[in-house]
């Protein structure tokens, strides 16, 4: 199956967003990376996540901006690949049609017409899969937009807002040490981690160690059942139920690194 289709939903309807994302949990190959109704935030999910796709509604009544001003924006954002941009909405202007393609969409699709529905997005965008995902691999093999410091922040950024949604606080003695230890797997360290944290932090070896197992261990007991289930998807131990420190930065440091 290959790893899943990145999304980022851009949508200011309550109903449509529900819809899309339920689809999208019940999909196995595809997952969000997030949803808002602001052309702002909207850019900062792209520079943090890089989605290898979005879906944008083009009049956001109910946010800030619109889908026009939004294209603008991401053409005006040195991105290191590309991203495809699935325009969907309800106005059926031609020439509002022709300046989003001009600006960046890859595809539009009218809500009014009749076969129109979340599914159908969703299947449309999971069919173009393997195309997107090889596109965006040719390009990371020949960009070189990106900076080794850009892309360190984007990871980082990435780190913390993955650690926040199962409830690993800013507080957390740990925590420091987690996005340390994770970005250092990226970067292709596979040994000696918590020996690099120790030298780095002038702490020992087993009170680093404990001080991030001891982080992971409170969020397994303090943030809602249903977060953790969404956002930690590897098997964890029964026995144990909590994941191991091993486990938990590859984890995570498999998924940054592949979406």
């Given at each position: 199956m290959g790893r899943?289709?990145s999304?980022l939903l851009?949508?200011?309807?309550?109903?449509?967003?529900q819809?899309?994302?339920?689809?999208?949990e019940?999909?196995?190959?595809?997952?969000?990376v997030?949803?808002?109704?602001n052309?702002?935030q909207?850019?900062?999910y792209?520079t943090?996540?890089l989605p290898?796709a979005?879906?944008?509604?083009?009049e956001?009544?109910?946010g800030?901006?619109?889908g026009?001003?939004?294209?603008n924006?991401?053409?005006?954002t040195?991105?290191?690949?590309?991203?495809y941009?699935?325009?969907?909405?309800?106005?059926?202007s031609?020439?509002?049609h022709?300046?989003?393609?001009?600006?960046?969409?890859?595809f539009?699709?009218v809500?009014?017409?009749?076969?129109?529905s979340?599914?159908?997005?969703?299947?449309?965008l999971?069919?173009l899969?393997?195309?997107?995902?090889?596109n965006?691999k040719?390009?990371a093999?020949?960009d070189t937009a990106e900076?080794?410091q850009?892309?360190?922040?984007?990871?980082?950024k990435?780190i913390i807002t993955?650690l926040?949604?199962i409830?690993?606080?800013?507080?957390?003695?740990g925590?420091g040490?987690?996005i340390?230890?994770i970005?250092l797997?990226?970067n292709?360290q596979n040994?000696?981690?918590?020996?690099?944290?120790?030298a780095k932090y002038a702490?020992?070896e087993?009170?680093?160690?404990?001080?991030?197992?001891?982080?992971?261990?409170?969020a397994?007991?303090t943030?809602?059942?249903d977060?953790?289930e969404?956002y930690y998807t590897?098997?964890?131990?029964?026995?144990?139920?909590v994941?191991?420190?091993?486990e938990?930065m590859?984890y995570y440091?498999?998924?940054?690194?592949n979406g």
């Amino acid at each position: 199956m290959g790893r899943p289709l990145s999304i980022l939903l851009i949508e200011d309807e309550p109903q449509e967003c529900q819809e899309m994302i339920q689809c999208i949990e019940s999909t196995n190959d595809v997952h969000l990376v997030g949803v808002t109704n602001n052309v702002i935030q909207a850019l900062e999910y792209v520079t943090d996540f890089l989605p290898d796709a979005i879906i944008l509604d083009l009049e956001l009544h109910k946010g800030y901006g619109n889908g026009l001003e939004f294209l603008n924006l991401l053409q005006k954002t040195n991105l290191s690949v590309p991203i495809y941009v699935l325009v969907t909405t309800h106005n059926i202007s031609y020439v509002t049609h022709e300046g989003a393609r001009k600006m960046g969409a890859d595809f539009i699709m009218v809500k009014s017409q009749e076969d129109y529905s979340a599914k159908s997005v969703i299947d449309f965008l999971s069919s173009l899969k393997s195309i997107i995902h090889g596109n965006r691999k040719v390009a990371a093999q020949s960009d070189t937009a990106e900076s080794p410091q850009q892309k360190q922040q984007r990871i980082v950024k990435r780190i913390i807002t993955d650690l926040d949604r199962i409830g690993i606080p800013p507080n957390a003695m740990g925590r420091g040490y987690l996005i340390d230890g994770i970005t250092l797997i990226i970067n292709g360290q596979n040994e000696k981690i918590c020996a690099a944290l120790s030298a780095k932090y002038a702490k020992t070896e087993a009170s680093v160690e404990r001080a991030m197992q001891n982080a992971i261990e409170k969020a397994w007991r303090t943030a809602p059942i249903d977060d953790l289930e969404k956002y930690y998807t590897a098997r964890i131990n029964s026995v144990k139920g909590v994941p191991t420190l091993t486990e938990f930065m590859y984890y995570y440091a498999e998924k940054i690194t592949n979406g």
